[in-house]
């Protein structure tokens, strides 16, 4: 007799692209960045975390809930429902922050591989990942992409077991948190635009309302929407936000007790942290670390150009879904590709990962504002949204999101 799931089974079974798309925001370069984070300043930054959660699940919760009402990405609801220039506009910022992004992320994958078996190159690392991706991406169909991608974010677990191989001081870990001593200074004050950016990024508000859609194509036969597909939407986001912060967390924890305690505050690169622990915390650590970056690199680069790919065919109404064949959606995956191949040449064009990186930063904050912006204004409207509009927490968070996001981008330009 087949024995019916438990809680936790039903509770997986229900997780998608929230919690996909949580975990690929912790990408090699996002873990770059929280390191940089705790080497620079210890656990000044944890609280961090608690600011970041409510406002990513905010707006990705619109995002999914427009895609769930308007059975359309973001791009195709921009398309039908705003000018030209905002949807040229958004798209043109988007597209060089994302192939930045992918190439940051490959070049950090390489450099890790090259840590692990340091004979073989860094570059045939990330020639031989970008390989795999695009094998991976074009060959297999959506429901096996999907259970690969929820799979990987169980790397990111990896990060919450680092801090427990090193002695903490909870005192100091809770007080950081909840009373914290922020600093007004340009470093502190840089380092926490470089936080929300990283974490706030536009190329998620674009995945989360297309893969809403996909989603419940793959669960039902008909595309209906209701008040509990919505709260089922709303839980895998929570979730996945949640899960996402949760990491952010102890990566900064980790880094910011064991490298920042032993002096080292410079970290440009997430192999430079990899390589930093390994001789304070011991080996373990090392290789958790090491391959939570290679794990989340393949987590993370899908969603970057599955992302940058459903802007641009629904800019043209080209067919597109992860759920078609190569040849049913030949412009879809030739996108795919070529942001990988463009991402993957970005290391051999003289740009290093950490200056990918900064420019990639701009971009998503000069972006976020703007796209913010316009998800509140849809998912407040009436007529796209019907009875699905924004509650007030949603709009109070959402903006709070909009004016710490404009207050980010003005600092982006300050603290360059």
């Not at 049913?328 to 942001?339: C, M, P």
Request: proline fraction near 4%; hydrophobic fraction near 50%; glycine fraction near 8%.
């Amino acid at each position: 007799m087949k024995s019916s799931p438990n809680i936790f089974q039903k509770f997986w079974k229900n997780l998608g692209p929230g919690l996909v798309t949580g975990s690929s925001d912790d990408d090699p370069s996002g873990i770059a960045t929280y390191s940089q984070a705790g080497a620079q300043f210890g656990l000044g930054t944890l609280w961090a975390a608690l600011l970041t959660f409510p406002m990513m699940a905010a707006v990705q919760e619109m995002c999914g809930r427009i895609g769930l009402v308007t059975q359309k990405g973001l791009t195709g609801t921009l398309k039908a429902h705003y000018s030209k220039p905002v949807l040229y506009g958004v798209v043109l910022l988007s597209f060089p922050a994302i192939i930045l992004n992918i190439g940051a992320n490959i070049a950090g994958m390489g450099a890790v591989g090259n840590l692990l078996f340091p004979s073989i190159d860094a570059n045939f690392f990330s020639a031989g990942f970008t390989m795999i991706l695009l094998v991976l991406i074009i060959y297999l169909p959506y429901e096996k992409i999907a259970s690969v991608l929820k799979y990987l974010c169980l790397v990111l677990l990896f990060y919450i077991i680092v801090p427990f191989l090193y002695k903490q001081d909870i005192k100091a870990i809770l007080k950081n948190t909840f009373l914290p001593e922020i600093q007004l200074n340009k470093a502190y004050l840089a380092m926490l635009v470089a936080i929300l950016g990283t974490t706030i990024s536009p190329y998620l508000f674009f995945w989360q309302a297309t893969m809403s859609i996909e989603d419940l194509k793959h669960r039902k036969q008909k595309l209906v929407v209701n008040k509990k597909v919505i709260a089922a939407m709303k839980q895998d986001i929570d979730t996945g936000m949640l899960f996402s912060n949760i990491v952010m967390y102890f990566i900064i924890l980790a880094t910011g007790t064991v490298l920042f305690n032993a002096g080292i505050h410079q970290i440009d690169t997430v192999e430079d942290a990899a390589k930093a622990l390994k001789p304070l915390a011991g080996d373990a650590a090392y290789i958790l670390f090491a391959l939570g970056i290679i794990g989340t690199g393949f987590l993370a680069i899908p969603v970057l150009s599955g992302a940058l790919s459903y802007m641009i065919t629904e800019i043209f109404n080209w067919e597109n879904g992860l759920d078609k064949k190569f040849h049913e959606a030949k412009a879809f995956y030739t996108i795919i590709t070529l942001s990988l191949i463009l991402g993957l040449g970005i290391n051999y064009l003289g740009i290093s990962p950490i200056n990918a990186l900064i420019y990639s930063a701009i971009l998503y904050g000069l972006t976020a504002p703007v796209l913010i912006a316009v998800i509140l204004h849809i998912s407040n409207n009436k007529k796209i949204m019907g009875q699905y509009r924004n509650g007030l927490w949603s709009n109070v968070f959402g903006l709070l999101a909009f004016v710490i996001m404009s207050l980010a981008a003005v600092g982006l330009f300050l603290f360059q």
